[in-house]
Each structure stands twice: as structure tokens, then as C-alpha cells.
């Protein structure tokens, strides 16, 4: 295994009453690199996401995590029991006795400062995001493990959450895998896209914005710090899954 | 004042320790009809201590541990939802009491059942208060020691998952405290009304309170109130002491909901 890789994982596959949801998965995290994982619903990813962080088991095959490391996780968008009475403040202290220092700076960094002593049931969407991404990054992470960051957040927030994310990657050196249900439009600084379909369709680097000057000409500035990535596959599937040749000839699954 | 309710009102001070700090995490983690079941069962328990004629309270931990655990393991590997479940081994658990007590009378054992559905605050005896407080001292400091952890799940179980909570164990651990206030409670306001106690001072606490550990306090503090205002009521009015206990303590709810901080 290189030594700089921190997560990956082999040959995955899981079950679950007798239907596949991974077969043969391969993927692998290295230091300061930030990987995509697209995908249909259904498709496995939070499955996938699960294994990895320690949180499912698989059918079979393995995952490899450095000796070192210590994983951040942001979960899909999610709601905090509104029957407990908790602020910010006591949210990010559940995990650890942090102290005041580290909290204001966490806070500060992922520009959500003012909200300290808020009640965590009245803060917004974004906000909770944000309050999430610091719980993850106040544990001094590696790796960032974020499900779905831009779900229900509009173009331009995206647009301001991919370039903090893209902050805290480069502040802080870690690894980054996002999951996103977002087939077209991914983080310009994703340095690897996998496209997840029960198995791995395809990876690759997102193509360049500026070689679609018809796409930058349509949606302008909103797109800065978006790209578009175009799927190169072999095969397509139909609505059940099932895989159709695209080329007529045998694609059996091996993926260029 | 009379022996009988300076030791009334501390068997109620003490239960409402217990039911305070617990009942928040019952309202949190949304498990009354857990609670129900529990209570429900501790009639089993009753009537099977006094078949063998051991203290009550005994016999209720006893029957609530195994309950729990029962519970617990039928939680992973069931096709029902868990309020079916729940029902089910409330009323399991309830006819098989009430059988097991009729066969005990009918063998000459002297039993109140009223006393056990409602409870006899003002009979508890010496013995029975150094056990409700012994019960108390052990739970309590089993409940600060998973304090932490209890939190955590109640907040959001996956992320206490990936922080290296051991989620099972806690609920769990929980669980069976929930089994020993039972036993503490039986003997205060019995069977039926328990579950009032654990419920409505912590969901009058929770419109005054900004952090976990203040809806704690302020729950304890309106279950002692609720246990004083219902001792005085039933003593001056002559009406029975538990029915009057949660009285007071919805009473209480009703009144802090009318005058809620920031609507």
C-alpha cells in the first residue's frame, strides 16, 4: 500500500436480503486529495460511505485505513431532536471537552462565529451544516467524510460551501471524500470523480471548466467553483439497474 | 409533623430524584411506552415477591432486568415494530401478574392490589426508604457516570457511533435503569402512574431550559414540587396520594406552559 494513502477500499461487496447493493468496489483516498462519489439513488454510496467508516460491514472484501487516522464525519443533511435543549456550544462538546479557544476558532473558520450560545433547533439549514463541518474538523481529522454537503442548498451556497471545503482542505492537509447525488455538477478542486452504480461506472478527473465555453457562457459567474464532468462509460443501465452495451460489442463490466 | 409523612415525603423526594433525571432522557429518546411496559410489569414482580415473600421492591427490579433485556434482544431480530412489541409484553406482562397475584390470595397471601396499582406513599415503611435511597444512590451514579454517552445518542446516534460510542451498551444500561426506578417507584405511586413521573416534570422542564443538565435540575425540581403539593393536597382534602402527586405535577405543566419564556 503508498504510504499516502489513508482510505481505501478493496474488492467491497454487500448483500443485503439476497440483492446486491456493492459488487467489486475499489476506491482509495490519499492525502490532501478530494474525491467525488456520484451516483444515482439507491446507487450504494451512503452503503459505502457506512463501510468505510466503520459503521457497516461488508459482505466481503476489505478496508484498508491508515494506523493514523482520524475521520471526520459530516452527515447527510439531518435534523437534531428538537426535544433537547442544546447549544451549539454543548453539541460540539458532546464528543470531547474542547475548549472555548478551539471551539470560537472552528467556528470562525467555517464562518458561522456568531452562533455560539444559539439553540442548535433554531439555527438553518446552512447553518447546521456548518455547525456539523466544525464538529468534524474540531477532531483534528485526516479525512472528511461529507454525505451530500450540497443537498438542498442553492447554486450559490454550493458555491460558497465547495470553496470552504476547498479552504479546509488546504489549511488543514486532509483527505476528502464527498458524496453527492449530483450527476453533473461537481467541485471544481475534486481532483478524482467516481461514479457509483452498485459498481464503480467510472472515474476520472472532472473535465476543465474552460473547455466547455458553451456551459460558462450559459451560466456565467454562478458556475465558478463548479465543474461539470462528463461519464465515460461502456455500458448504461436501465431503469432496474441491468447493464446495456453501448458499444455492441461484449462489455462484460471491465471500464475504461 | 408525623413520622408517616416526613417519610412520605422523602420516599417522594427521592423518586422524583430518580424520575427527574431519568425522564428527560425517557422524553428525549421518545420512550414512554417503554416506560408504560416497565411499569406494567412490575406487577409481575410484585406478585411474585410476595409468593415468595420478599420485599416488593425486589421482585420488581428483578422482573423489569429481564423485561429489559428480553426487550432489547427481541429489538434485532424482529419483524414487528417496536410499539407492537412494546404492547405486546405490556399486556403480557400485566395478565401474567394478575394471575400470579390471585393465585397467591387465593393460597392465603394478604394483598392490596390497590396499594401496588397506586402505590401507598404513606405507608412506606424504614426498611423501604433506606432501599428506595440505596436505589437511588446506585442509579444516580450510574446515570452521571453514562451521562455523556446518553447524550450523545440522544442527540444523533450515528455521530455518537463514529465519536466510538458504544451505542447498544448505553441503551441498554439505560434501560435497566429505567427497570431499578421502576422498582423505586412502586411502593410511591404504583403501577399505573409511574410513567406520569418520569414524563411531566421533565416535559414542564424542558420549556425553561436552554442546556441538558438545566432541564435535569429544573425536572427534579418540579417533581419535588409536584410530590410536596400533592402530599398536602391529599392530606387536607382527603383525596388518594399519588393520583394527587401527578395531579400536581400536570397541574404544573399546564400553568409553566401558559407562562412560556420567549412564546
Not at chain 1, 470553496?163 to 492537509?173: E, G, Q, S, V
Not at chain 1, 467541485?187 to 456551459?215: K, R
Request: glycine share 8%; charged share 15%.
Amino acid at each position: 500500500m503508498e504510504s499516502n494513502i489513508l482510505l481505501a477500499a478493496e474488492h467491497l461487496h454487500l448483500n443485503r436480503q439476497g440483492k446486491t447493493i456493492l459488487s467489486d468496489v475499489n476506491l482509495s483516498l490519499r492525502e490532501s486529495e478530494i474525491v467525488t462519489l456520484i451516483g444515482p439513488n439507491g446507487a450504494g454510496k451512503t452503503s459505502l460511505i457506512r463501510i468505510l467508516l466503520g459503521l457497516g460491514e461488508a459482505t466481503d472484501g476489505r478496508v484498508y485505513r491508515r494506523a493514523d487516522l482520524s475521520i471526520g464525519y459530516v452527515p447527510q443533511r439531518t435534523s437534531i431532536n428538537s426535544v433537547l435543549p442544546l447549544r451549539v456550544l454543548d453539541f460540539l462538546r458532546l464528543s470531547a471537552r474542547y475548549s472555548l479557544e478551539e471551539i470560537t476558532l472552528v467556528l470562525k473558520e467555517v464562518g458561522v462565529s456568531h452562533i455560539l450560545n444559539s439553540a442548535i433547533q433554531t439555527l438553518s439549514g446552512g447553518e447546521l451544516q456548518r455547525v456539523l463541518l466544525a464538529r468534524a474538523l474540531l477532531k483534528k481529522p485526516n479525512i472528511l467524510v461529507l454525505d451530500e454537503p450540497a443537498q438542498g442548498v442553492d447554486i450559490i451556497g454550493q458555491q460558497a460551501l465547495y470553496k470552504l471545503i476547498t479552504a479546509i482542505r488546504d489549511n488543514h492537509a486532509c483527505g476528502i471524500l464527498m458524496v453527492s447525488h449530483d450527476l453533473h455538477l461537481v467541485m471544481a478542486a475534486t481532483d478524482q470523480v467516481v461514479c457509483l452504480n452498485t459498481h464503480v461506472c467510472c472515474t476520472g478527473h472532472p473535465d476543465h471548466i474552460s473547455e466547455h465555453p458553451e456551459y460558462l457562457k450559459l451560466f456565467g459567474d454562478a458556475l465558478d467553483g463548479m465543474a461539470v464532468y462528463s461519464h465515460h462509460h461502456d455500458h448504461e443501465h436501465k431503469l432496474n439497474g441491468a447493464i446495456v452495451c453501448t458499444h455492441h460489442k461484449e462489455c462484460g463490466h471491465h471500464h475504461g | 409533623m408525623d413520622d408517616f409523612i416526613i417519610n412520605a415525603l422523602l420516599a417522594g423526594t427521592g423518586l422524583a430524584l430518580l424520575a427527574g433525571s431519568l425522564g428527560c432522557v425517557v422524553v428525549w429518546r421518545r420512550m414512554a411506552y417503554f416506560g408504560d411496559t416497565l411499569a406494567h410489569s412490575a406487577l409481575l414482580g410484585v406478585a411474585l415477591a410476595v409468593s415468595i415473600e420478599m420485599l416488593p421492591i425486589f421482585g420488581v427490579a428483578i422482573i423489569g432486568i429481564v423485561l429489559a433485556s428480553l426487550l432489547f434482544w427481541l429489538e434485532h431480530r424482529q419483524e414487528l415494530s417496536n410499539d407492537t412489541l412494546l404492547g405486546i409484553m405490556s399486556h403480557s406482562a400485566l395478565a401474567l401478574g394478575l394471575i400470579v397475584l390471585s393465585i397467591a390470595q387465593n393460597q392465603g397471601a394478604n394483598v392490596d392490589l390497590m396499594a401496588y396499582l397506586f402505590g401507598d406513599i404513606l405507608a412506606v415503611s424504614r426498611e423501604e426508604l433506606l432501599w428506595i435511597y440505596a436505589g437511588a444512590a446506585l442509579v444516580l451514579s450510574l446515570f452521571a457516570y453514562l451521562w455523556r454517552d446518553l447524550l450523545s445518542i440522544s442527540v444523533h446516534e450515528e455521530l455518537a457511533r463514529t465519536d466510538g460510542v458504544s451505542v447498544g451498551k448505553t441503551r441498554f444500561m439505560f434501560m435497566l435503569l429505567l427497570a431499578l426506578t421502576i422498582a423505586v417507584a412502586i411502593k410511591v405511586v404504583g403501577v399505573l402512574l409511574i410513567t406520569a413521573l418520569l414524563i411531566i416534570p421533565a416535559a414542564s422542564a424542558r420549556l425553561y431550559s436552554r442546556t441538558p443538565l438545566q432541564m435535569v435540575l429544573l425536572s427534579i425540581f418540579f417533581g419535588i414540587l409536584s410530590v410536596v403539593i400533592g402530599l398536602i393536597s391529599s392530606l387536607h382534602w382527603d383525596i388518594p396520594t399519588a393520583p394527587a402527586i401527578v395531579a400536581a405535577a400536570s397541574l404544573l405543566f399546564f400553568v409553566s406552559n401558559l407562562f412560556q419564556p420567549r412564546a
